[in-house]
């Protein structure tokens, strides 16, 4: 069984509709499919109808925008996956609906600053975002590559939507503790996104000694934590080391995932798998909602 369990739809920044992510996942051989977009539930039905008698399973879920405050230190922006949530649960719903009210009028916002200094109106962003997506950067890199700006996303992200640039906006964003509240109540299985990557801010400081960062993570797991996404190409070879070691000590879920987003970055689908028996793990763990096959 091939289980790759993170993937984005046209539903936030992924470049294909649900239909299309079904054909693709077919075409590369994935039996199991986590349909994870960032912080919406609004690409499931069309999900559900695509995989119907194709023998592709999906695990709906929802990659929640978080983030950590510590005293003294910048916000840090953390993803946390929610596997088989109920979408209709009221604190699911009521948060998911304000994240992407904010993360509306925060692009909307950006491209008034970036329209300083490039052709680009909020319309012809807007003119692209499906209803009920998630808002996020990578449409204002859609426009900005459609105009002959940059070649790809990648590189606008290099450019004037970097996350440390002078247009960058932030956005409304639970804190971690409360994403992990919130997938609980609604029934679902929390497991970290990419915890461990040179790049991204993380949820742990891996600075620490190795007591340190166990200590940490077990106060996530009281919290609700479930598991770790220890394959995903952007964790480093030594973070998926000290992650492995941190499930193990805490009996954590593990899972391998692609991150899957079309067209908008390299990522193959089913480049990272999930073990059968953590997949089960998460089946077993959750009660919000079943696959969809
Ligand atoms: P936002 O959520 O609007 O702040 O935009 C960040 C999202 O854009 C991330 O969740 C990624 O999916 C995507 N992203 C971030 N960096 C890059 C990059 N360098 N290339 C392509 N996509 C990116
Ligand atoms: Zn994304
Ligand atoms: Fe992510
Ligand atoms: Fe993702």
Request: glycine share 10%.
């Amino acid at each position: 069984m091939r289980i790759d369990l993170h993937a984005h739809t046209t539903a936030s920044d992924g470049a294909d509709s649900p239909t299309e992510l079904v054909g693709h996942a077919l075409a590369a051989g994935v039996d199991v499919l986590g349909l994870s977009d960032h912080d919406t539930t609004s690409g499931w039905d069309e999900a559900r109808t695509a995989c119907a008698g194709t023998g592709l399973t999906i695990v709906p879920a929802i990659e929640l925008s978080c983030q950590v405050i510590s005293p003294g230190a910048p916000p840090r922006s953390v993803h946390l996956l929610g596997y088989l949530p109920n979408p209709l649960h009221p604190s699911l719903k009521t948060e998911t609906d304000k994240i992407r009210a904010h993360r509306d009028h925060r692009l909307q916002q950006m491209v008034k600053k970036i329209a300083v200094d490039f052709d680009i109106t909020w319309e012809e962003v807007a003119a692209h975002i499906p209803p009920g997506a998630t808002a996020g950067r990578p449409h204002i890199a859609h426009i900005l590559i459609e105009k002959g700006y940059f070649l790809d996303t990648t590189q606008a992200f290099e450019g004037p939507l970097r996350g440390d640039g002078p247009y960058h906006v932030p956005h409304y964003a639970p804190r971690l503790e409360k994403g992990l509240e919130i997938i609980t109540q609604a029934g679902g299985v929390p497991i970290l996104a990419h915890p461990y990557t040179g790049q991204r801010s993380s949820a742990v400081d891996h600075q620490q000694d190795r007591d340190g960062i166990r200590a940490d993570y077990a106060a996530l797991v009281e919290q609700g934590l479930s598991g770790l996404e220890i394959y995903h190409r952007e964790n480093t070879e030594q973070g998926k080391k000290v992650l492995a070691w941190v499930a193990r000590e805490l009996n954590l879920i593990v899972t391998g995932s692609s991150d899957f987003h079309g067209t908008k970055k390299p990522n193959a689908l089913g480049e990272n798998l999930t073990d059968e028996t953590q997949f089960h793990r998460i089946l077993d763990a959750a009660t919000g909602a079943v696959p969809l096959r």
